[in-house]
């Protein structure tokens, strides 16, 4: 094959002229940030027959297990957006963490809640472009009873997460191309 162009800088002669323009989408990140965040919230299951969680004696001090609900992600919410100067933009985000308790006496029995919190940050994030949180990660999570009732357990959950804010947006860039290539099968 004559004229194939390899990876690497164009020879001193110059580049081979280009077979066409190809226009791709790629992310473009305009601004991001990340934070560990703690949070202690409080929650209620109900217990008993035909409840939440039918099975069981359950006691102040039992711990819970819980996790990030499976095929769920951490999200946000804008609740405002206020132009901060300089092209930056502070947002009032409301945070949600769905986390899957599960009952300490049968593991078969789970409940989901979904927890919030408040974050105001600033970032440069143009208009008609918001935040998003979807690259956050649960660092852990700890639960436990912390009252008893007769039809209900109150659990106090603290749980970490890895907080990532980005201002993403999907862009079209035209860029020249020499061909294409198509890979070897490996085996």
Same mark, same amino acid.
């Given at each position: 094959?004559? /004229?194939?162009? /390899? ?34 919230? &409080? ?24 996790? &990030? ?64 949180? +979807? ?7 700890? +639960? ?44």
């Amino acid at each position: 094959m004559t /004229n194939q162009v /390899n990876p690497g800088p164009c020879p001193s002669e110059g580049c081979p002229p280009t077979t066409e323009i190809v226009c791709i989408s790629v992310d473009k990140v305009y601004d991001s940030c990340f934070q560990v965040e703690e949070q202690i919230k &409080l929650t209620t299951v109900t217990t008993g027959a035909g409840m939440e969680w039918p099975t069981g004696v359950f006691a102040v001090g039992q711990v819970v297990p819980c996790e &990030l609900t499976p095929g769920l992600k951490i999200s946000s919410t804008v609740i405002s957006r206020f132009p901060a100067g300089d092209g930056l933009t502070t947002f009032t985000l409301d945070i949600s963490v769905p986390l899957t308790l599960t009952n300490p006496n049968d593991e078969t029995e789970s409940t989901v809640r979904i927890f919030d919190f408040i974050k105001t940050v600033t970032l440069n994030c143009p208009e008609g472009v918001d935040p998003d949180t +979807s690259e956050s990660i649960l660092i852990f999570c700890s +639960s436990v009873i912390t009252q008893v009732e007769d039809s209900y357990v109150e659990i106090a959950c603290v749980f970490q997460v890895y907080l990532v804010i980005e201002c993403i947006s999907i862009v079209q860039l035209l860029v020249p191309s020499y061909g294409f290539y198509i890979p070897v099968p490996l085996g």
